[in-house]
């Protein structure tokens, strides 16, 4: 038989999969995968179906809809007081995380490293690895996740490429500070480092802290890819929609490759989100409607043996702790409280590359109230150990 030598041969079915299965089976209250349970607004779906009807079915020019990427630079200069050109830095994209790779394909060549902080996302160092790159881990400092300077400047060498970062961070829901921002400044300055920039989740942060995006910077921005996410913006996360945002010459070499991978992004969807994004509430009003989300988890779970190092300051992703419960290692405790206690949520561990395990597990709370509260007297059934 013919074989295929793997390209990833350490990965196989994600974690994420494995516990929405898991729930499935035992019909467990799925807290594991990142997608809310509540509908969509209906003025986008709306719009997305007349769109259909007035015959937008056929192929979209490949950069994107000219009015969805107007309606974004638009967006981005209210939110960040930056001027981007909507025509020659703003690409369309089907999802967040193909945004990711196709910037990292477009300038990573074999043997180049690149930075990243971990617990991370679970498709950065995959992507690298497609392309030829070394993953350079730099862990986060527990217990509160934040960026540990030193750390990532010994990892920087004369091979660093880039660094991705990621804020509000997927799974620690630590938030950047503009301090944060002025050291990864001072870091990139001067060097041929280029900055991957995830902020899918650039509306949902809490207690009045501040998104601080790339954009605001423009000595960072000069040197950025950044990343977008329709679906984590409108709940839409089935769509797979989102788009990049870079410097007229890296988006040169970033649209080189996306005509070889998609060509363009649905049609209907396009104009419908170019239409919904004149409402400004539908996302500014986000983070407070995912702040009372989280104080509703925090508030139901405060009699469970959970450990809360900290509430979470962005993202809609919860840390606890389950030290006084379980000594299990994170993934057969997660598995364990699916099948025995009915909630799946996902072990921390499969954020890090080499399987670190701090005996956290994560929760989406980004859910119905009726399903935040059914799964919180599932939790109050657990005891001490």
Sequence with gaps: MLSITSKLPKVGTTIFTVMSALAKEHQAINLSQGFPDFPIS??????????????????????????????????????????????????ITPGATYGIYTALTCFLNPGDEVIVLEPAYDSY??????????????????????VDWDAVKHAITPKTRSIIINSPHNPTGYVWTSEDMKMLDELTRNTDIIIISDEVY??????????????????????????????????????????????????QEFRKVHQFLSFSTNTPM????????????????????????????????????????????????QLLGYDKISALPDKEFAIWLTRE?????????????????????????????????????????????
């Design 42 to 91: 209906n003025d986008l779906i709306g719009d997305t179906y007349e769109a259909m009807r007035a015959g937008h079915n056929q192929y979209a020019p490949m950069p994107g809809l000219p009015e969805l990427r107007q309606a974004i630079a638009q967006k981005v200069n209210h939110l960040y007081k930056s001027s981007i050109n909507p025509d020659t830095e703003v690409t």
């Design 125 to 146: 160092i995959p992507n690298i690895e497609l392309n030829g790159g070394i993953a350079v881990c730099v862990p986060l400092k527990f217990p509160d996740y934040s």
């Design 202 to 251: 650039e509306h949902i942060t809490f207690d009045a802290m501040p998104h601080e995006s790339i954009l605001k910077y423009p000595s960072l921005f000069a040197r950025s890819f950044v990343i977008y996410s329709f679906g984590k913006v409108f709940h839409t996360t089935g769509w797979k929609m989102g788009y990049c945002i870079a410097p007229e010459p890296f988006m």
């Design 270 to 317: 396009q104009v419908g989100l170019s239409r919904y994004l004149q409402n400004e509430q539908a996302y500014l009003s986000l983070p407070a409607f995912f702040e009372e989300k989280r104080n509703l988890f925090l508030d139901l779970i405060k009699d469970t043996p959970f450990t809360l190092h900290a509430p979470t300051k962005g993202s809609y992703f």
């Design 341 to 385: 206690i009915g909630v799946a949520c996902i072990p921390v561990s499969a954020f890090n590359h080499d399987g670190k395990d701090d005996h956290l597990v994560r929760f989406c709370f980004a859910k119905q109230d009726e399903t935040l509260i059914a799964a919180a007297e599932r939790l109050k059934k657990l005891t001490m150990k």
